[in-house]
């Protein structure tokens, strides 16, 4: 049973260019959340969307991200225009549960913006 | 808001030595904790869910208290080997997500 998958592990985006981020939960898991971690800083909450959903985005900014998780296929994060501040580890957790259970992370996208 | 508090120096101890890691929430009592360990590079992993309700939790070495009058969590790693060095995140319930702590570092040396 794979685990959360998340792609690509490292992305490298010149600023204003557009960053995709790609995450499949693990096998049964309808529940996915985004989060992000800066150096130093604790892992921060994104967005939590179940198949086809956006539950709770309170945590994404308002401006140049979006999040989708389709029918069929990943969940994917999207960041329109990056900026430098957005270099960062983004982690995907996905759950079999509705939310605050035992949380499944990927292994994280880097993604550096030059 | 809540607040996860964890110490952010880092933890050095000797191996066979049980290392214990403080987790502090400043407001409401979560109905759970959760800790995690994150080694470099990587997502973090799950370890133990501790709910309010209960006072202590137990899983191979590892052994989770919480606390409420102190509003405080402690991992406790017995007999630490030098493979238990990582970050270990403590995270509480916030609305539909985990709102984690920055993590403490613990480095276990032979």
């Known amino acids: 049973n794979a685990g959360v998958m998340q792609n690509p592990r490292h992305l490298v985006r010149r600023r204003g260019q557009e960053a995709r981020l790609r995450c499949s939960p693990m096998k049964g898991h309808s529940h996915v959340y985004w989060y992000r971690q800066l150096p130093e800083e604790g892992l921060k909450f994104m967005v939590y969307?179940?198949?086809?959903?956006?539950?709770?985005e309170s945590g994404m900014p308002k401006e140049r991200f979006s999040a989708e998780f389709p029918k069929e296929g990943p969940s994917i994060l999207r960041i329109q225009q990056v900026v430098r501040g957005d270099s960062a580890a983004y982690f995907c957790?996905?759950?079999?549960?509705?939310?605050?259970?035992?949380?499944?992370f990927g292994q994280g996208t880097r993604l550096t913006v030059v | 808001s809540q607040k996860i508090e964890q110490n952010s120096e880092a933890l050095n101890i000797q191996e066979g030595k049980t290392a214990t890691l403080t987790c502090n929430y400043t407001?409401?009592?979560?109905?759970?904790l959760q800790w995690y360990r994150q080694d470099p590079g990587r997502g973090p992993v799950f370890l133990l869910l501790?709910?309010?309700?209960?006072k202590e939790k137990r899983k191979e070495r590892l052994k989770v208290t919480f606390d409420t009058t102190l509003k405080q969590s402690l991992l406790h790693i017995t007999a630490s080997q030098p493979a238990d060095s990582a970050t270990y995140l403590c995270a509480s319930n916030s609305g539909y997500a985990l709102n984690f702590g920055k993590g403490t570092s613990l480095l276990v040396t032979p």
């Open positions: 969307l179940q198949k086809e959903n956006i539950i709770d």
């Open positions: 957790a996905s759950s079999q549960d509705s939310a605050n259970t035992e949380a499944f």
């Open positions: 501790i709910r309010e309700n209960e």
């Open positions: 407001n409401y009592s979560p109905a759970y």
